[in-house]
């Protein structure tokens, strides 16, 4: 029986080529886009899902307030908040440290590595992350200050003669950078997965960072004042984590003492590990982020986009009843019941389901590349099957709804076209019936409400992204190259004499215009300076304000304009810093202070590390991130650093040339050290790329939603001339003209997507106006882009039916009714 169902409705299906084509391209570009996004979703929700006790395994995040406003929201903070809470709180069972290693050099032998990033952690870090060791024993690596573990691949690139077996390589020797004592290799580790959120080359043992009295890491042991750190917390299991919160400004009262070290009040909370890559707002972020908004209007997007394709179905099958009727008036009158008749129509929807999951597959194969391209990500099909949120549940998900899809798609075309009574059918009397007709009007509806609504996404998106690219940041970031800072020097008394005299050489390189020092390039985050205040005001409030150390030459290499007062000179500069008097404010720091002009806060001074700078220039304001985070007020100061990255202005022309002599120079100056470079503009531009992302997926979704719908509605128009085309001669026998036909056919389905306008609006309005929250600076959403993303929908609509019609209305009337 079921082999006859299926051969039956291989034969309808088939019968009509276009029905077939349009009916199974739309269901399977469907399913391809859905299958894309869940391949997406899963991957972005499974982060850090491989850690086995991820459940219980928490970070502590700090926000500071000073008089009653947030200045500091991080995960960053201080070094003897862990072991702190371990001894308070039973409920704590492990925890471990994290400091951060950025852009560093490895060296073994003769081999040198720069750009390598690693982390130095608590010999629990192993027994809290399941991070997976190649050689080393897990239990036993990092309890020494003098111990390392490299990732495979860096190991391979700093070994490269290993050959196969990387385990002999435990006990060999790896400098960091400066280090005076080599680091004895304890461990290889596999690399680290995409989805975990801490992303590393090497760990080092977190006590190396204050053995030898390291003056640079001196409070890392513990330390309640200076927060550099990061923590991680394991909860016994079955502990309930808002019982702790509870408990944490009574903690934070006996520890910390912000009010009396930085004038600030803190408050500790928890964060889940399951959400520190979808759920993170905090600045100085360690891991890897995304964005759980981004993730689910994705996904949300996918099954849109399916169910426009189902809608299609649905609509073509039960728009089909009047071709199908007699047929159902037949089998009835030879004896088939009701049940064999929805059994076989749904074998139809079925087989055509399962036809159009082969070509989805089909169109995976094919285009997976090309959309890991889009997305940034290496995904597979693996990643549908994958886990995310510590479990299936968005591949139940989707095979949930997938089932009721095809469930719904099938059974009401088929309950619709059993329901026929063969005596009114073999009559003739069904042609007139209105069944179904309101629900299609509906569905058809939803379908273009959905498009609009992409549509109108795509363009808002593409709107914010041009204002972010043409909105002035009060600095040039264009031809800016950034060297890395020479690492494996002493920072001695000669370093400042050294750098002036490395800049002043390149400044005499033909293509190069300019060079300086920073302690932050723009795009990075600043540090945070606390209690800063003026001496010349009784009870003066005291400010968070974030800090940066320039050369003096960096005002003019990023065109940042002066509003008052003079730039830094080279008196300003001195390697003791106890000696360093001077500082600029941006226009926002000066306000802060409470100066009325920047000429006014000229000549006058602040508190800084509790001893007063002179205000010797305000600048106007720039952007030191992205238009996501408003300008903030900035205390700059001159200070050189050997950890100060070193940006040149050089010309486009003969760029080539140009990096060779620069390195010739930089190899002269610093011998030894490792050469690596990247272009400002692209690095600044990184901070957009989940926006970028988030617009080509939203267009890649209009488009499709457009196609989809562009052939459901071709079918539908097909199929409607088609079952009126006695009427149509009847009309053009009694004087009807081909405009009077052509406005006869269309004006239901225009009417359906001036509805459809309507019902789209608002939502798109809704959903990107909160997206735009998002952005400190951002765009107003005009009228003009929903009429033309409502227009854009009718003139597909137009396109799409008007062939059809236009045919229609040009047919032979004598024709039409002899076939009638």
């Known amino acids: 029986m079921l082999r006859n169902y299926l051969f039956i409705a291989w034969r309808n299906s088939t019968r009509n080529k276009l029905y077939f084509l349009i009916n199974h391209a739309g269901l399977a570009i469907g399913m391809t886009a859905c299958i894309f996004m869940v391949e997406y979703a899963n991957f972005e929700l499974s982060y850090d899902t491989f850690n086995q006790q991820a459940g219980d395994l928490y970070r502590v995040v700090n926000d500071r307030y000073q008089d009653g406003k947030r200045v500091q929201h991080s995960p960053m903070t201080y070094s003897a908040v862990g072991q702190a809470m371990r001894h308070e709180f039973p409920e704590v069972i492990n925890h471990t440290r994290v400091a951060p290693l950025a852009s560093r050099i490895l060296i073994a032998d003769d081999q040198k590595m720069g750009k390598q990033n690693g982390m130095a952690v608590d010999p629990s870090f192993f027994g809290m992350f399941s991070y997976q060791l190649i050689a080393g024993n897990r239990d036993l690596v990092l309890r020494e200050p003098d111990e390392i573990i490299l990732s495979e691949s860096c190991a391979r ?5 290993v050959g196969s077996n990387v385990a002999s390589l435990i006990g060999r020797l790896v400098n960091l950078e400066r280090s005076a004592v080599p680091y004895k290799l304890t461990g290889i580790c596999y ?11 090497f760990l080092v043992a977190y006590s190396s960072l204050y053995r030898g009295g390291n003056r640079y890491w001196k409070s890392a042991d513990s330390s309640f004042t200076e927060s550099y750190f990061y923590h991680y917390i394991q909860l016994k299991p079955g502990s309930d984590p808002k019982r702790l919160e509870a408990q944490l400004p009574g903690f934070s009262q006996r520890y910390f003492r912000g009010n009396k070290v930085t004038g600030s009040t803190e408050k500790f909370s928890l964060q889940p590990l399951l959400k520190a890559h979808l759920y993170s707002d905090f600045g100085a972020e360690i891991g890897k982020t995304g964005n759980a908004t981004i993730v689910w209007g994705a996904l949300l997007s996918a099954l849109l986009i399916l169910s426009i394709a189902w809608i299609n179905y649905i609509n073509l099958a039960t728009a089909r009843a009047v071709e199908r009727a007699k047929e159902v008036g037949i089998r009835k009158s030879s004896g088939a019941t009701r049940t064999q008749l929805v059994f076989q129509f749904f074998s139809e929807s079925l087989l055509s389901n399962f036809l159009s999951m082969l070509l989805a597959a089909g169109l995976i194969y094919f285009v997976q590349a090309r959309f890991n391209e889009l997305v940034q990500r290496n995904l597979s099909i693996h990643y549908v099957f994958g886990e995310g949120l510590q479990s299936n549940s968005v591949t139940f998900g989707l095979l949930l709804i997938i089932l009721s899809g095809i469930c719904i798609a099938g059974f009401y075309p088929a309950l619709v076209l059993s329901s026929f009574k063969p005596v009114d059918v073999l009559k003739g009397k069904f042609s007139t019936s209105s069944r179904g007709v309101i629900l299609r009007k509906a569905l058809v509806s939803g379908q273009f409400a959905v498009t609009i609504a992409l549509v109108a996404g795509s363009i808002i998106i593409y709107q914010q992204m041009r204002y972010a690219a043409q909105k002035p940041l009060g600095l040039t970031l264009s031809q800016v190259l950034v060297i890395s800072p020479p690492q494996l020097l002493e920072n001695d008394s000669s370093f400042i004499t050294r750098s002036r005299s490395f800049k002043e050489e390149l400044k005499n ?11 932050r390039i723009p795009g990075e985050d600043l540090h945070r300076m606390f209690d800063v205040h003026r001496p010349d005001k009784l009870s003066s409030p005291r400010f968070a304000v974030n800090n940066m150390s320039i050369g003096e030459d960096f005002l003019d290499l990023y065109d940042i304009k002066l509003l008052a007062g003079r730039n830094f000179r080279s008196t300003d500069y001195n390697e003791d810093l106890s000696k360093v008097r001077t500082t600029l404010l941006n226009e926002s720091a000066a306000k802060l202070f409470g100066f009325p002009t920047a ?13 007063p700078y002179e205000i010797v220039g305000v600048t106007h304001d720039f952007h030191q991130k992205s238009i996501h985070h408003p300008v903030e007020p900035v205390v700059m100061m001159p200070n050189y650093s050997l950890y100060n990255p070193i940006s040149v202005k050089v010309e486009p022309n003969e760029l080539t040339t140009t990096l060779a002599a ?13 050469f690596a470079y990247r272009f400002l503009d692209d690095q600044f531009n990184e901070q957009y790329n989940a926006d970028r992302v988030v617009g080509k997926v939203f267009a890649l979704f209009a488009g499709l939603a457009v196609l989809i719908a562009a052939l459901g509605l071709l079918g539908l128009s097909w199929l409607a001339t088609r079952q009126r085309t006695r009427e149509i001669g009847v009309r053009k026998v009694l004087g009807a003209s081909v405009q009077n036909i052509v406005l006869l056919l269309s004006g239901d389905f225009l009417g359906l997507i001036l509805i459809a306008f309507l019902v789209a609006v608002p939502v798109a309005w809704f959903v990107m106006q909160r997206w735009l929250t998002g952005f400190a600076y951002r765009i107003s959403i005009n009228a003009w882009v929903f009429v033309a993303a409502g227009g854009l929908a009718l003139l597909i609509a137009l396109i799409t039916i008007g062939y059809q019609t236009l045919k229609a209305a040009n047919a032979n009337p004598v024709k039409s009714l002899r076939s009638e």
Request: without cysteine; negative net charge.
């Open 662 to 674: 620069i390195r010739q120079v930089y190899d002269r100056f610093f011998p030894g050290n490792v």
């Open 157 to 161: 690139k700093l070994f490269p003669d």
């Open 509 to 519: 390189l033909v293509h190069v215009k300019a060079a300086t020092n920073s302690g």
């Open 191 to 201: 690399d680290v997965p995409d989805n975990s959120h801490l992303q590393f080359d």
């Open 599 to 611: 000429s006014e806060a000229v000549g006058k001074s602040i508190i800084l590390y509790e001893r």
